[in-house]
Nanobody
Framework: VQLQASGGGSVQTGGSLRLSCEAS????????MGWYRQAPGKQRELVAQ???????VYDPSVEGRFTVSRDNAKNTVHLQMNSLKPEDTAVYFC????????????????WGKGTQVTVSS
């Protein structure tokens, strides 16, 4: 399974970026798909995710500024980031929690390589 992310970059405070991620390979169903981030010296944290039913979860620090959206048919997830702040600077990782067989109850976490987002003041 491969997760290919794109859309990172550098912006000034208040700017916007859109991240995209496409999953491919041996996937039957992606149950949850979303984004994590890791800033230097900090642990990886959940930013936003969406289930296959459309339920969304956001970290409180991005609520109202970031929007996660999925296209289940295309195994893609996007993260629209508005009103960016310097504290949003991090490497952003795409994540997919998926099953690989029709009757399997086992799901696995798959990760993209990460894309850098830098917000300058």
């Amino acid at each position: 399974v491969q997760l290919q992310a794109s859309g990172g970059g550098s912006v000034q405070t208040g700017g916007s970026l859109r991240l995209s991620c496409e999953a491919s390979g041996n996937i039957f169903k992606i149950n949850v798909m979303g984004w994590y981030r890791q800033a230097p010296g900090k642990q990886r944290e959940l930013v936003a995710q969406e289930t296959s039913y459309g339920d969304k979860v956001y970290d409180p620090s991005v609520e109202g500024r970031f929007t996660v959206s999925r296209d289940n048919a295309k195994n893609t997830v996007h993260l629209q980031m508005n009103s960016l702040k310097p504290e949003d600077t991090a490497v952003y990782f795409c994540n997919a929690r998926a099953t690989q067989a029709p009757l399997s109850a086992m799901s696995f976490d798959f990760w993209g390589k990460g894309t850098q987002v830098t917000v300058s003041s």
